[in-house]
């Protein structure tokens, strides 16, 4: 059974911390492309961060260019992001995502991250 679980999440202050965590299991994620998204509430899902297979290559989205950091484990079969500096307007849920060479899509369940003072 293809699953992703997401974990890490939690209520944060600004300018703090959190390092999210993606476990796949019932499939290898060494032959996809591994992005984090987040959907805030009353908004669309946004894409927030992808890595490529290898890892060697990573993008960003501009609002959290600098901040955060994507990375993955094919050993571990672990995605991760790590997020510095948290604002208000990081509050969202955030999901993995592995996409396979043939488009093939599967999502977690998703993770709550609330940045609130």
């Known amino acids: 059974q293809v699953q992703l679980v997401e974990s890490g999440g939690g209520l944060v202050q600004p300018g703090g911390s959190l390092r999210l965590s993606c476990a796949a299991s019932g499939f290898t994620i060494a032959g996809y492309t591994m992005s984090w998204w987040r959907q805030a509430p009353g908004k669309e899902r946004e894409l927030v961060a992808v890595i490529g297979i290898f890892g060697d290559s990573t993008s960003y989205a501009d609002s959290v260019k600098g901040r955060f950091t994507i990375s993955r484990d094919n050993g571990k079969n672990m995605v991760y992001l790590q997020m510095n500096s948290l604002k208000l307007e990081d509050t969202a849920v955030f999901y993995c995502?592995?996409?396979?060479?043939?488009?093939?899509?599967?999502w977690g369940q998703g993770t709550q991250v609330t940045v609130s003072s």
């Open positions: 995502k592995a996409r396979s060479v043939s488009r093939n899509d599967y």
